[in-house]
Nanobody, 123 residues
Framework: QVQLVESGGGLVQAGGSLRLSCAASGRIGSIVAVGWFRQAPGKEREFVSAITLGAGVTNYADSVKGRFTISRDNAKSTVYLQMNSLKPEDTAVYYC????WGLGKNPSGYDYWGRGTQVTVSS
């Protein structure tokens, strides 16, 4: 089993920054990639970004390219999502999840999920 815990969410003004963390425990060796997703009220969960823990290959949704940066610290078993130039439309609950295969954008490819952290961007 894998446990994932998100942290770092909060309230920020438009144009501001936040850094989210996803701490992994358990069978860390089973994790090929970690993805970040978000879900706003009344909307489907959408892909934000993902990173492979080995080579550090990354993938981003078009809506966050150039503003968000994903990284990992394998020594700390933690994946980060640096979010800059935040917009009100970035408001959502952000989740991290394990992918055993790669950097897919479909939530169905991810099995273990954290409980999420709320990000609210005010205009």
């Amino acid at each position: 089993q894998v446990q994932l815990v998100e942290s770092g969410g909060g309230l920020v003004q438009a144009g501001g920054s936040l850094r989210l963390s996803c701490a992994a425990s358990g069978r860390i060796g089973s994790i090929v990639a970690v993805g970040w997703f978000r879900q706003a009220p009344g909307k489907e969960r959408e892909f934000v970004s993902a990173i492979t823990l080995g080579a550090g290959v990354t993938n981003y949704a078009d809506s966050v390219k150039g503003r968000f940066t994903i990284s990992r610290d394998n020594a700390k078993s933690t994946v980060y999502l640096q979010m800059n130039s935040l917009k009100p439309e970035d408001t959502a609950v952000y989740y991290c999840a394990r992918n055993r295969w790669g950097l897919g954008k479909n939530p169905s490819g991810y099995d273990y999920w954290g409980r999420g952290t709320q990000v609210t961007v005010s205009s």
